[in-house]
């Protein structure tokens, strides 16, 4: 007897149907007693009591009692402790569940605790949809890991990416630190989280960072990225487009827009670049790299290819590094050099390698040059080896000392007067009320006493030995007017802007890997 094709299809695709009716369908697996009704609405129903479980597909469920509606496919669970079982590997525990058969939706209320390998979740309003792997919740809630502890207003976790995702006011808490964002993504098996929008995490040691642009933090290795960071201290802030901190070898990377203040020392470092190294104190700026010492009434300005800041726990031994193309300004000083050392506790200012410096009208060179600055004013300054001052008078004339070490002392900010030590020379213009020149007097003598009146040259004491001679205007040529060496480097006298801004610098891309911004999905319906 031979069976027709459409009898044939007919029969397989009502076998498939009633197999994947079955699936769907929530079976009676165990229940004490068994009653039977019918709701308002006519829906019949089915009452089991005690120890009931029901079953669909890999789902299990379990209560004191439940109500069944066949029809819909939706049952009521109540109970001391109300369970879902997923699997081998998840438990949702509550006091009242509403699962529907068709959706596969599982609404858990009242003392929820939501159990995997990776974590444990706590709330009173838990819906879980099984079908999409998807817990979510809307009242208030909290996860539990190895690690953290997370809790917010509203959240949500997929079962299958073991990704959950907070927001308002999400607190993230370990024995390291606490975190406070508004959006947050957490990883509850890499361990990862991402934050979108402000972020502010406040370690152990009272450490605050604050991120405006989101952030990604590796929680195991305690390794993060943040975007528009802010990092405060019980000395430092911080600040620059994006922050990278690992809080085990306590190393910090700063990229783009870098901004380190010291407050103790009221000093502002700037830059593209950066990285501090906590437990060895040392602070790199690098690109655009600017110092910004505040002092009453000025500020002293100073830039570099680099800048480095060296912490020690003797106080005389904090310093900062400025090396290649040194550039300083204040109203009162300007200077170059190709290297410099600024001890922070001494105010003291080192230049090395071709220093140069001006001070209103007169320029000072020598091989390596100091000032000492006392009460936000320069006290002194102290030049070595090739010691040469230039001062230019009110007619364009060069009065100028030579020597090979020299200390001048400054008074309002003025040079006062200068001791030369050793092989002094020195070439001082006569005037007649300031506008007319009336000869040149020319002293090479081995120590000398300059003074000065109003930032010019006074008067001259010479020691040891004495040779002066006088020559009358008619007589001063170029030969005899300049000292040998003498060089008047005028042009490059640094101007503010050009310290602030330094010209040829090239911004770098960023070295640090990451974007600490990503979207965080949140939902759930009630």
């Not at 070595?384 to 030579?402: H, L, R």
Request: net charge neutral.
């Amino acid at each position: 007897m031979r069976l027709s094709v459409r009898f044939v299809f007919i029969f397989l695709f009502s076998m498939c149907s009633s197999s994947l009716l079955a699936q769907k369908q929530i079976t009676i697996e165990q229940a004490d007693s068994l009653l039977g009704g019918k709701a308002p609405s006519g829906e019949g129903f089915r009452k089991l009591i005690g120890n009931v479980r029901l079953r669909q597909g890999n789902t299990l469920i379990f209560g004191d009692s439940v109500i069944l509606y066949p029809k819909s496919n939706v049952s009521e669970v109540f109970g001391k402790q109300v369970r879902v079982e997923e699997g081998d590997t998840i438990v949702v525990t509550g006091k009242q569940l509403t699962y529907n058969g068709n959706t596969r939706m599982a609404k858990m209320r009242k003392d929820v605790v939501y159990k995997d390998p990776t974590m444990t979740l706590y709330t009173d309003l838990l819906n879980y949809d099984i079908s999409k792997s998807y817990a979510f919740y809307y009242n208030g809630g909290r996860l539990v890991d190895t690690t953290n502890v997370l809790t917010s207003v509203q959240g949500s976790y997929n079962t299958a990416s073991h990704l959950a995702a907070f927001k308002d006011s999400v607190v993230l808490v370990n024995p390291d630190y606490r975190l406070e964002s508004d959006t947050l993504q957490y990883n509850t098996v890499t361990k990862v989280v991402y934050t979108k929008g402000p972020t502010k995490i406040t370690s152990k040691e009272g450490n605050v960072l604050n991120a405006q642009a989101g952030s990604e933090y590796k929680t195991a290795e305690e390794q993060s990225v943040f975007g528009l960071g802010t990092v405060e201290t019980d000395k430092y802030t911080i600040k620059a487009d994006q922050l990278f901190l690992d809080n085990i070898t306590k190393r910090y990377n700063a990229e783009k827009n870098v901004e380190m203040i010291s407050k103790d020392n009221d000093i502002i470092i700037t830059g593209e670049h950066a990285f501090y190294l906590e437990q060895e104190g040392i602070t790199k700026v690098y690109g655009n790299a600017v110092m910004k010492k505040i002092m009453d009434p000025d500020t002293l300005f100073m830039s570099a290819d680099t800048l480095v800041s060296i912490e020690d726990s003797i106080p005389a031994n904090n310093r900062i590094l400025a090396y290649h193309d040194v550039r300083i300004y204040r109203d009162d000083l300007q200077g170059i050099s190709d290297s410099l050392a600024y001890h922070v506790h001494d105010s003291i200012l080192y230049f090395f390698d071709d220093p140069v410096l001006w001070n209103k009208s007169s320029q000072i060179t020598a091989d390596s040059i100091n000032i000492r600055i006392r009460n936000q004013q320069i006290d002194k300054m102290n030049t070595n080896v090739n010691s040469f001052v230039i001062a230019e008078d009110t007619v364009k004339n060069f009065n100028q000392v030579k020597g090979r070490r020299m200390e001048a002392f400054f008074k309002d900010n003025n040079i006062d007067r200068i001791d030369v030590f050793g092989n002094g020379e020195s070439v001082y213009y006569a005037l007649q009320k300031d506008t007319l020149t009336v000869g040149m007097n020319k002293i090479i003598c081995s120590n000398m006493l300059i003074e000065f009146d109003k930032n010019q040259v006074d008067k001259i004491h010479t020691y040891v030995k004495p040779e002066a001679s006088f020559i009358p205007p008619h007589e001063i040529t170029k030969e005899v007017s300049q000292l040998k060496s003498f060089n008047w480097r005028i042009k490059e006298r640094p101007t503010k802007q050009e310290v602030l801004y330094r010209s040829g610098y090239t911004k770098k891309k960023s070295v640090i890997p990451g974007n600490p911004i990503k979207p965080v999905p949140v939902s759930g319906k009630k």
